[in-house]
């Protein structure tokens, strides 16, 4: 079993940055794809942005130009830099590792427990 621990939300004015980091509780043999997702009060969880093994990535339209994914490949890592937040950011973010644990092992979808982030406007 793997667990995702988030770190890095807060609470912050409009136009502030936070880093959000995600790190996987064991090595994991294998993650094709890692990325952020966010769920607001009342809303569906939804995409903020994702990272694939070859390092190509995708982001909402709403964070593009904001917000920027890294991911370290030895550390089985996954950062989100959010800069420029708006008060709309205001979500808890849920970390996602897409992968096998161990080779042989089928593909999982892994979450993180989700860390608040509160912009205040």
């Known amino acids: 079993q793997v667990q995702l621990v988030e770190s890095g939300g807060g609470l912050v004015q409009a136009g502030g940055s936070l880093r959000l980091s995600c790190k996987a509780s064991r090595t994991i043999f294998s993650i094709s794809v890692m990325g952020w997702y966010r769920q607001a009060p009342g809303k569906e969880r939804e995409l903020v942005a994702v990272?694939?093994?070859?390092?190509?990535?995708n982001y909402a339209d709403s964070v593009k130009g904001r917000f920027t994914i890294s991911r370290d490949n030895v550390e089985n890592t996954v950062d989100l830099q959010m800069n420029s937040l708006k008060a709309e950011d205001t979500a808890v973010y849920y970390c996602?590792?897409?992968?096998?644990?161990?080779?042989?092992?089928?593909?999982?979808?892994?979450w993180g427990q989700g860390t608040q982030v509160t912009v205040s406007s």
């Open positions: 990272v694939l093994s070859g390092g190509i990535t």
């Open positions: 996602n590792y897409k992968g096998r644990v161990r080779w042989g092992d089928p593909r999982g979808d892994y």
